[in-house]
């Protein structure tokens, strides 16, 4: 009997790091209407969400071009009280998954200079930037750089049961980033203040992609964190279930043949792979993984540089 030879659109394509950057940096804002406060344009909002918006004509002005908020609500108190109520009603609405209770900015740019604070869960739905940090815990060994990695919980809401950094976490308005690595690092991994402070902040990234909530232009502060051997870590908050100590080139070949790791992970992990020389300036990649890892902060210049997944 002869096999029948598998026609070559079924061949599996190679996978590379480039692809977990374009995997994050899926949009299409053809499909969103400006969110606009003071005409500053801080985020996008599908057209579905811009015609449930029209509901609330005291909160929102609703223009063909873009949807704003009312004059009259001229304060961050203001602003925040009104899309709080509207919050709660679309969370027993089933239209935002749930009141989260952590603050993020909405901002055009500066995330200390907000215009209003919103709900993390309903971010999304008027597509404003969110802010988190993440870091990579590493530990020298004498065969190389070993990373922790998380194993996420089977009943997390998000991305369950798939691996994750060493500790991530979502950084509230009001809460200096040292105090939140901080708590993070201690709720996720156990990790004592003394041992946390020693992280050194290495920079941020940041993408856009669409999810089913809605637009999402994250930052991401990394850190990078060197443990001693003897440090194991522990969740201490429920939201992992399990870690592993794993050689750096293992992890590695994992995000860039595998999706196992959230794909907002993948990113962290490939800056720190740059800046440890596994990939080097030799791949043919190199430049464009370096410049993928940051995408525009001003909102407004989304539109005018096509996604990597765009040719």
């Given at each position: 009997?002869v096999?029948?030879?598998?026609?070559?659109?079924?061949?599996?394509?190679?996978?590379?790091?480039?692809?977990?950057?374009?995997?994050?940096?899926?949009?299409?804002?053809?499909?969103?209407?400006?969110?606009?406060?003071?005409?500053?344009?801080?985020?996008?909002?599908?057209?579905?969400?811009?015609?449930?918006?029209?509901?609330?004509?005291?909160?929102?002005?609703?223009?063909?071009?873009?949807?704003?908020?009312?004059?009259?609500?001229?304060?961050?108190?203001?602003?925040?009280?009104?899309?709080d109520?509207?919050?709660?009603?679309?969370?027993?609405?089933?239209?935002?998954?749930?009141?989260?209770?952590?603050?993020?900015?909405?901002?055009?740019?500066?995330?200390?200079?907000?215009?209003?604070?919103?709900?993390?869960?309903?971010?999304?739905?008027?597509?404003?930037?969110?802010?988190?940090?993440?870091?990579?815990?590493?530990?020298?060994?004498?065969?190389?750089?070993?990373?922790?990695?998380?194993?996420?919980?089977?009943?997390?809401?998000?991305?369950?049961?798939?691996?994750?950094?060493?500790?991530?976490?979502g950084?509230?308005?009001?809460?200096?980033?040292?105090?939140?690595?901080?708590?993070?690092?201690?709720?996720?991994?156990?990790?004592?203040?003394p041992?946390?402070?020693?992280?050194?902040?290495?920079?941020?990234?940041?993408?856009?992609?669409?999810t089913?909530?809605?637009?999402?232009?994250?930052?991401?502060?990394?850190?990078?964190?060197?443990?001693?051997?003897?440090?194991?870590?522990?969740?201490?908050?429920?939201?992992?279930?399990?870690?592993?100590?794993?050689?750096?080139?293992?992890?590695?070949?994992?995000?860039?043949?595998?999706?196992?790791?959230?794909?907002?992970?993948?990113?962290?992990?490939?800056?720190?792979?740059?800046?440890?020389?596994?990939?080097?300036?030799?791949?043919?990649?190199?430049?464009?993984?370096?410049?993928?890892?940051?995408r525009?902060?001003?909102?407004?210049?989304?539109h005018?540089?096509?996604?990597?997944?765009?040719?």
């Open positions: 009997m096999r029948r030879q598998a026609p070559y659109h079924e061949a599996p394509l190679p996978m590379s790091f480039l692809d977990r950057i374009r995997a994050c940096n899926t949009y299409d804002l053809s499909n969103y209407t400006p969110f606009c406060i003071d005409r500053h344009l801080v985020g996008w909002i599908r057209p579905v969400v811009r015609d449930l918006l029209a509901e609330w004509p005291d909160v929102f002005t609703i223009r063909p071009d873009h949807v704003g908020i009312e004059r009259h609500l001229n304060t961050i108190q203001q602003r925040t009280a009104a899309i109520r509207l919050t709660r009603i679309l969370v027993r609405r089933g239209v935002i998954p749930r009141w989260h209770g952590e603050r993020y900015p909405v901002t055009a740019a500066d995330r200390l200079r907000p215009f209003l604070l919103i709900d993390r869960d309903a971010a999304p739905l008027y597509g404003v930037r969110s802010y988190g940090q993440h870091l990579n815990g590493f530990v020298r060994t004498r065969e190389g750089i070993r990373l922790w990695v998380a194993r996420r919980a089977a009943d997390k809401a998000s991305y369950p049961g798939m691996l994750d950094n060493l500790v991530a976490g950084l509230p308005y009001g809460v200096a980033l040292a105090d939140n690595l901080a708590k993070e690092c201690w709720e996720e991994a156990a990790i004592p203040p041992l946390s402070a020693r992280a050194q902040p290495v920079g941020a990234v940041s993408y856009c992609w669409e089913a909530g809605g637009l999402k232009p994250d930052v991401l502060f990394t850190y990078d964190l060197e443990l001693p051997e003897s440090y194991t870590p522990r969740c201490t908050d429920g939201e992992v279930e399990s870690f592993e100590l794993l050689p750096l080139e293992r992890v590695a070949e994992m995000v860039q043949n595998s999706t196992d790791f959230k794909p907002n992970c993948n990113l962290v992990i490939i800056d720190f792979l740059i800046r440890h020389g596994v990939i080097s300036p030799d791949d043919p990649d190199y430049l464009e993984l370096v410049t993928g890892l940051r525009p902060l001003n909102l407004a210049a989304l005018e540089k096509r996604p990597l997944t765009q040719p």
